[in-house]
Each structure stands twice: as C-alpha cells, then as structure tokens.
C-alpha cells in the first residue's frame, strides 16, 4: 500500500457531521499517513484545530478564504497570528482570489491577499493559494508582494502550464486533484505531465472535487489514492513511487519532520 499525503482537506466540513471518525479511519486504512486541514474563516479555523489536536496525523493551514473576505474585521488578522502559534499550524491558506463567486468585492479580496501574504512572510510559513477564474491577478500579486520568499502550493490548480510556470518559478508547488481523474480534463493532464516530480502534491479538497468513478457524490480524504493512481499513470510511475514522492515533497513544503 502507498503512503500518502493528503495536502489539503476540509475534514471539519458539515457533510462529516455523521461519521467524521470513520471517515479519517478509512483514510488512515486507505494508506493516507498525513493531512492538511483547512481553516479559512472565523468558523472553520477554531473546528481546524480542534482536529489537529485530536489526530496526529493531521496538521492545520490557516487563512481567510477570498469569498469570505467582505467578512474580514479588524483584529482578525492578528488573531490569525496569534493562532499560527500552535505547534501544528503549518502554512497560511486558504488564500487568494475567487472571482466566479460574486459575493467579495474584487478590490476587496485583492487587500486581504495582499494582507496575508504579507503577514506569512513575517512569520516564515508557506501559503495555500485559491485560485479560480483569477489567473492574471494571482500571479501579478504574488510577484509583487514577493510571495517566493514563502513559496508554498497552488491548490488544486486549475490554470494553464504558461501559468503553472510562472508560478514554479515563484518557489510553488502544484498540487492535483480529483479533476486529474476525469476522462476529458486535458489541461490539468498536461500541466502534471510537464510540472517536475520534485514540485507536485496530491489532494483531495474533499468534501469537493470527488475524482472518478465516485465523481457527483461526496468526496473523502481516502480517495486520494485515486489522484495518485491517475498521477501515477500520467508520470509513467508506480502508484507507491507518486506517493513517496508527494509524501517528501509535502514534508519539506510544509517542513513537517
């Protein structure tokens, strides 16, 4: 069985609520010997830690998530900090811009991108990009906050290699998802063909993006075996040579020993 890295989840998600325990345990027995959890807003950072305390296996990202960004207050920011404290705290994230959801003015979200990566270079940790239908943006802001000090993952990345380039050479992972499963997903195929085995992660963002065959039914952090099954056949490798591949890489992103 392949040791996996699962690097971002939101276990803490309400489609849990019923059988979270066994979820994480079919994970565990799927293989899945490390987690992400993500907390992006005032609800899901507190529920994001509480399971980092719970499993050691699971660690925490923390961050405000750009479709919640008009909900940002001030104090927040610092509380973030504050929390980055917790020894199991291993990036900011998630964070960046979102703008196929109309609900954060784009102004709006482009300041709190700009307040967080700032606030990651202070404290030495990586970040955790979103990013949807935002491309030209993310890539201007993050080289002129200088975003390659940190580096960190563009998370379930969703942009073109020309894009996935600039972003490699700003000291970023690329991380894939249940999209690399799908029959016709051609862009996200070739992006991983070409991205280098030293800069890829697997996750995946369950309790979205369920990769095929269980494509339309809730996703769960076990399946990532499934991203590295398609990975795997997409590099030419062993399905447990991706996940000791993806397991060193997510290590040494988010600099878990």
Not at 11 to 20: S, T
Not at 37 to 52: D, H, K, V
Not at 92 to 109: A, C, F, M, N, R
Request: aromatic share 8%; net charge negative.
């Amino acid at each position: 069985m392949p040791s996996l890295f699962d690097t971002h989840t939101h276990m803490d998600a309400p489609q849990y609520d019923e059988d979270r325990h066994e979820m994480i345990n079919r994970a565990i027995e799927a293989g899945v010997e490390l987690f992400v959890n993500i907390g992006f807003n005032r609800e899901t950072i507190p529920t994001t830690l509480a399971l980092a305390d719970q499993y050691k296996q699971i660690f925490a990202a923390i961050g405000w998530h750009p479709v919640d960004s008009i909900f940002m207050q001030e104090g927040d920011l610092e509380w973030i900090e504050e929390l980055t404290k917790h020894p199991k705290v291993v990036a900011i994230g998630e964070i960046g811009l979102d703008y196929h959801w109309d609900t954060s003015p784009k102004d709006v979200q482009q300041r709190v991108f700009r307040e967080q990566i700032r606030l990651a270079k202070k404290l030495g940790k990586p970040i955790v990009i979103h990013n949807r239908d935002a491309h030209e943006d993310i890539v201007r802001i993050l080289k002129e906050e200088k975003a390659d000090e940190v580096g960190g993952v563009m998370h379930c990345f969703s942009g073109s290699w020309e894009t996935a380039k600039k972003c490699l050479d700003m000291n970023f992972y690329i991380s894939f998802g249940g999209p690399i499963t799908f029959k016709n997903a051609r862009v996200p195929k070739e992006v991983l063909f070409n991205t280098p085995l030293d800069k890829i992660l697997i996750e995946t963002d369950s309790p979205y993006l369920t990769p095929h065959p269980f494509r339309g039914k809730r996703n769960e952090s076990g399946y990532v075996s499934l991203v590295a099954q398609s990975a795997a056949e997409i590099k030419g490798l062993t399905v447990e040579e991706i996940g000791a591949i993806t397991m060193e890489n997510g290590k040494k992103c988010f600099g878990i020993e």
